[in-house]
């Protein structure tokens, strides 16, 4: 079956715009999670989706906002970009989130100029 | 507070020779634990958990809960296993959040 899917995978935007990425999870998985990485803090959680809720919530500003759709396909909005936006996005899909198995998106590259 | 250390950024090894990666942990629940493995230009994936308890590629781990660790072994290292390696912690019942570990990057010389 079709992996995680990620759109865009490369975006450059300029400090002060709105990016908007998209996740597609494998089909039938119902909890969709975010990470952001990067080279001085590796992997952070951003947030996770279940049933179109938000159930978790990492350490990470406002601007960060994400939804999910009745289909289980998620999108994560930074609003206000700032240099330190500059990352690898990562989604992750699982049937029921928690513990099992998350499978990974190939990520989407922002860089913010 | 809730962390993973995996305290060597690099290492490096011959074919052949044994390879331990060191993941230690802080959490004051019940963890479940996870490698996640990245190969070159391919996404990460899990490699094993502590509950299945299975040898994948010739891997195993072991959760020792009093020393708070979760090291990866192989007793013989092969050039396919370069890549970037991950430690990861799940609360049981949390909820989609996994703790990862900076990583290490194995390389496997010949």
């Known amino acids: 079956k079709a992996g995680v899917t990620q759109t865009p995978r490369y975006l450059i935007k300029t400090r002060g715009q709105q990016v908007t990425l998209s996740c597609s999870p494998i089909s039938g998985h119902r909890s969709v999670s975010w990470y952001q990485q990067t080279p001085g803090q590796g992997l952070q959680f951003l947030f996770e989706y279940f049933s179109e809720t938000q159930r978790n919530k990492g350490n990470f500003p406002g601007r960060f906002s994400g939804r999910q759709f009745s289909n289980s396909r998620s999108e994560m909005n930074v609003s206000t970009l700032e240099l330190g936006d500059s990352a690898l996005y990562l989604c992750?899909?699982?049937?029921?989130?928690?513990?099992?198995?998350?499978?990974f998106g190939q990520g989407t590259r922002l860089t913010v100029v | 507070a809730q962390r993973v250390t995996q305290p060597e950024k690099l290492l490096s090894v011959f074919k052949g020779a044994p390879v331990e990666l060191k993941c230690n942990y802080s959490y004051s629940g019940s963890p479940e634990l996870f490698w996640y493995v990245q190969y070159s230009r391919q996404r990460l994936q899990l490699l094993l958990r502590?509950?299945s308890r299975e040898s994948i590629k010739g891997f195993t781990a072991d959760l020792n809960k009093g020393e708070t660790s979760f090291h990866l072994k192989k007793p013989f290292a092969q050039e396919e296993d370069s890549a970037m390696y991950y430690c990861?912690?799940?609360?049981?019942?949390?909820?989609?959040?996994?703790?990862f570990g900076k990583g290490t990057k194995l390389s496997v010389k010949p």
């Open positions: 990861a912690l799940s609360g049981v019942g949390s909820q989609g959040n996994l703790i």
């Open positions: 992750a899909s699982s049937p029921l989130g928690g513990d099992t198995e998350a499978f």
């Open positions: 502590h509950i």
